[in-house]
């Protein structure tokens, strides 16, 4: 069986960051932004309907009354076309933003999305149209492998925070000593988001940056 390579980790510095500081890797959909709420409304402009019944992406879009949801396969290709054309009009998660600034004084802030590649210019532009003026990395599969090439640049504490457990558990794995936090940020998918005792699960940003500052001074 053919195996496919690791991500290939950019050095901090190519990046502006510093290796003398903490680094905190922080994902963006359900984390810095609403994507559920702002994935619904771009579904509703098609005609469709997003029901959070369950902690999925594509098994809860439905055509109204429908019992049955959608074909994966075009679930898929709104996805991607959502990415393409709508990414930047998703609103922020309550309180990232001033959490988000205030580590920014503490560490280096590197934003970790897992999104298609054409996403990547409406992406930044939404992370600078809110402020957050931190280098982004699109990245596809699990974030463990290219987390471990990037906090293993700095000898100092490091965080990473998702909100899909696969993951967290994926960093964990690979960099043991980075401090994992899940926040989901749609209070309709916390209920049904899963979690686990392996990471500390903040869905208060205020809470979740003190946890953080707290992790990153060990």
Request: aromatic letters at 6%.
């Amino acid at each position: 069986m053919g195996h496919t390579p690791s991500p290939v980790a950019p050095s901090l510095e190519s990046l502006g960051l510093s290796i003398d500081r903490p680094l905190v890797l922080v994902d963006v959909d359900e984390v810095l932004g609403l994507f559920m709420q702002g994935f619904g409304d771009f579904l509703a402009g098609h005609g469709l309907e997003f029901r959070i019944d369950r902690f999925a992406l594509f098994q809860n879009i439905y055509r109204p009354g429908a019992a049955e949801h959608l074909d994966l396969e075009s679930g898929r290709e709104l996805f991607d076309e959502f990415f393409r054309t709508h990414c930047h009009e998703i609103e922020p998660a309550p309180g990232a933003i001033p959490a988000l600034n205030r580590l920014a004084d503490r560490a280096e802030i590197l934003i970790l999305s897992n999104a298609p590649a054409q996403a990547e210019r409406l992406r930044a532009q939404w992370l600078k149209r809110h402020g957050l003026a931190h280098p982004l990395i699109l990245n596809t599969g699990p974030k463990g492998p290219i987390a471990a090439g990037l906090v293993g640049q700095t000898p100092h504490p490091t965080a990473f925070v998702d909100d899909l457990l696969p993951n967290l558990d994926s960093v964990a794995e690979h960099s043991p000593a980075t401090a994992t936090f899940q926040h989901v940020a749609d209070e309709r998918l916390r209920p049904l988001a899963p979690r686990s005792e392996r990471h500390p699960r903040i869905d208060d940003w205020a809470a979740l940056a003190e946890a953080i500052e707290a992790a990153i001074r060990r």
